[in-house]
């Protein structure tokens, strides 16, 4: 089991920017690829971005590329999205999802195994 526990959510204006983490514990997160998804009321759970295991290769949605970084550190057994010129429909919900390293399903809810309970980002115009 991995229990993952994010933070760094919280209201920002336009334009700003935010860090957010995933904290992982039960198992070393190298075994792990991560990914960042979100949620707005009455919406899907969408895609973010993701890293693979050995973080050489990282994943963006077209709606955050160029403005969304996504980085981990196994010694720390941390993964951390860092986003900029935060825009209102960047408002959602904030999960940190892992998924066994053997996948490849960087850009599907359904191919991740674990689920932190989400961080709040809001972005007030």
């Known amino acids: 089991q991995v229990q993952l526990v994010e933070s760094g959510g919280g209201v920002v204006q336009a334009g700003g920017s935010l860090r957010l983490s995933c904290v992982a514990s039960g198992r070393p997160l190298s075994s792990y690829s991560m990914g960042w998804f979100r949620q707005a009321p009455g919406k899907e759970r969408d895609f973010v971005a993701a890293i693979r295991w050995s973080g050489g290769i990282t994943y963006y949605a077209d709606s955050v590329k160029g403005r969304c970084t996504i980085s981990r550190d196994n010694a720390k057994n941390t993964v951390d999205l860092q986003m900029n010129s935060l825009k209102p429909e960047d408002t959602a919900v904030y999960y940190c999802?892992?998924?066994?390293?053997?996948?490849?399903?960087?850009?599907?809810?359904?191919?991740?195994?674990?689920w932190g309970q989400g961080t709040q980002v809001t972005v007030s115009s």
């Open positions: 999802a892992a998924m066994d390293k053997g996948r490849l399903y960087y850009y599907t809810p359904g191919g991740y195994d674990y």
